[in-house]
């Protein structure tokens, strides 16, 4: 009997394995160009996983949410979580941050929030959220902190930044708020939603939109008018087609966005030191999300992903 339970227990551990490991190839979505020389305008833009990216140019920089200490899965399920301080700074050398001005964090969610704080420790700056995302930097004894919110406007340097709402994809999960006296090392499910934000960037004639969830604006994106949109498909590909199509159109159609480039579609299990990869099939879909977006563009927008750490070529934008 004993051996039999062994044998049963250990095709599924095996089945286990085999199901984390399955998962889209890249090989058929094309790529972001990489630039060599900064744009016209001096902006640079660097993917950093995740829905991270950094905003640069000669005086001022700005980087959405940050995460780049992805714990692996079995950490995230048993386990407690913590910012990596060694791994923020390879990201740093990598993208040539040595000074910072603020990290803006969609929501306090772990993969958005959790390494923020350990940013600003290093290279100065504010970190930028709601509340819930405060109190999770003042449990990181970081006090250079600003609260933010829907329609809020904030000049640094030659960025001007408008914020909205938005909600998380659904299905949301942790859903809350974090208040004071969270600790870390914490549960990744201690790290409540508290809100969502997005990000309307401009610099120079460059008009980047950021929506780092692929849940709905709470506010007409029309009124912000891009040439370029970070579009989140994390769970996008769990939805059914009406509502990604939806979603396509008050997300890019509504911005006017010709060139889109997908974010937080890797799997953030991973380590940055490994080639990124999609998520597996047994949480996500990122292969139905790319086709079904990439069909909804048709010939006059551009879809295209975005390559870890180099500098992206945004001239298919058109302005920027």
Known sequence: ?????????????????????????????????????????????????????????????????????RPPLWQV????????????????????????????????????????????????????????????????GVQATRIIGPHDQIERGLFHVRVFGLDHAPPERMQGIIHEGFHIPARATDYK???????????????????????????????????VILLSIGQLGLQDRDAIETYWRDTVVASGAKLVIPVHWDDFSRSLDAPLKPLPYAFERVDVAMREIMALAGDGITVALPVLYEPLDLSASGAC
């Not at 060694?86 to 969609?106: C, I, N």
């Not at 109190?135 to 990181?140: D, G, L, S, T, Y």
């Open 1 to 69: 009997m004993w051996t039999g339970l062994a044998a049963a227990l250990l095709v599924v551990v095996v089945m286990g394995v085999v199901a984390l490991n399955l998962r889209p190839s890249l090989d058929d979505w094309p790529r972001v160009p990489i630039r060599k020389e900064p744009l016209a305008t001096g902006l640079g833009i660097r993917f950093i996983g995740t829905s991270g990216v950094v905003l640069s140019d000669d005086r001022t920089t700005l980087v959405i949410d940050g995460f780049v200490t």
């Open 77 to 140: 399920l048993f386990g407690r979580v913590q910012p990596d301080a060694e791994q923020v700074r390879k990201v740093r050398a990598r993208t040539g941050v040595s000074r910072l001005d603020a990290v803006m964090v969609a929501h306090s969610h772990y993969d958005h929030a959790m390494d923020a704080p350990e940013w600003v420790k290093q290279a100065g700056g504010e970190v930028w959220g709601t509340l819930s995302t405060l109190n999770i930097a003042r449990a990181e």
């Open 193 to 227: 939603t508290g809100g969502g934000l997005g990000f309307y960037v401009t610099h120079g004639s460059c008009r980047i939109l950021a929506v780092p969830s692929a849940g709905r604006a709470q506010t007409d994106l029309s009124q912000y008018p891009a040439d």
